[in-house]
């Protein structure tokens, strides 16, 4: 079954503006929630984690929000550049060696 | 460089062959990892190695045979696979019990 959802498939947005990318999950177990970046022909590299006993983790531009109790994350890129143009996965995880992911959701940032 | 080198990058095989799918990584982790990577898929966890132990996942076909000789290298054998088997194939390591992993950069496996 789907754990981890990301219900949109693709996002566009344009240079300078916010993305912003989503993710559900279906699991109460989750405690820690991480975002992958994926280049074509490169594995995922890892880009902002937050830990369930937060709701709000930022860095540099890219910020990530955690609510609970509607089972939802996201991902806030300000502002957007065009080398930000990826897949994004969500993952989350229950503490164990089990990581469940998204099936992604593909950024493109127009110049 | 990464840390997680796949090798090969690319295969192609036939249904009938037996292939290998090699990773290794010097970063000190304990646990390894096969994912597969559909298109418009989530990444499907195949096989945990914790402390070189397996932690078996039952919904994997046996024509998939993993290996992990040691905490720094892991294998994934292949034979008699379906087209459908077409996909990335993604090895990550991770301290054990530490929710950030490392990626490698997949194997790409087309079967014809």
């Known amino acids: 079954d789907q754990q981890v959802k990301q219900n949109s498939p693709s996002l566009s947005v344009q240079e300078g503006r916010i993305s912003i990318l989503n993710c559900d999950y279906t699991?109460?177990?989750?405690?820690?929630f991480l975002w992958y970046k994926k280049y074509p022909a490169e594995g995922p590299t890892f880009l902002i984690s937050?830990?369930?006993?937060?709701d709000k983790n930022e860095d540099g531009r890219f910020t990530v929000f955690l609510n609970k109790s509607a089972k939802h994350l996201s991902l806030h890129i300000v502002p957007s550049q065009p080398g930000d143009s990826a897949v994004y996965f969500c993952?989350?995880?229950?503490?164990?060696?089990?990581?469940?992911f998204g099936a992604g959701t593909r950024l493109t940032v127009k110049p | 460089e990464t840390g997680v080198t796949q090798t090969p990058r690319h295969l192609v095989m036939g249904m009938t062959n037996k292939k290998s799918l090699k990773c290794e990584q010097h970063?000190?982790?304990?646990?390894m990892y096969w994912y597969k990577q559909s298109a418009k898929k989530p990444l499907e966890l195949m096989f945990v190695?914790?402390?070189?132990?397996?932690?078996e996942n039952n919904s994997v076909p046996s024509r998939f045979s993993p290996e992990c000789p040691n905490s720094s290298h892991l294998f994934l054998h292949l034979h008699t696979l379906q087209p459908e088997d077409s996909a990335l194939y993604l090895c990550?390591?991770?301290?054990?019990?530490?929710?950030?992993?490392?990626f490698g950069s997949g194997t790409r496996l087309t079967v014809v």
């Open positions: 970063l000190g982790h304990n646990a």
């Open positions: 190695y914790s402390l070189e132990e397996r932690v």
């Open positions: 993952a989350a995880s229950a503490g164990n060696n089990d990581m469940r």
């Open positions: 990550a390591s991770s301290r054990s019990g530490d929710s950030g992993y490392t």
């Open positions: 699991n109460s177990m989750f405690d820690y």
């Open positions: 937050i830990s369930s006993i937060k």
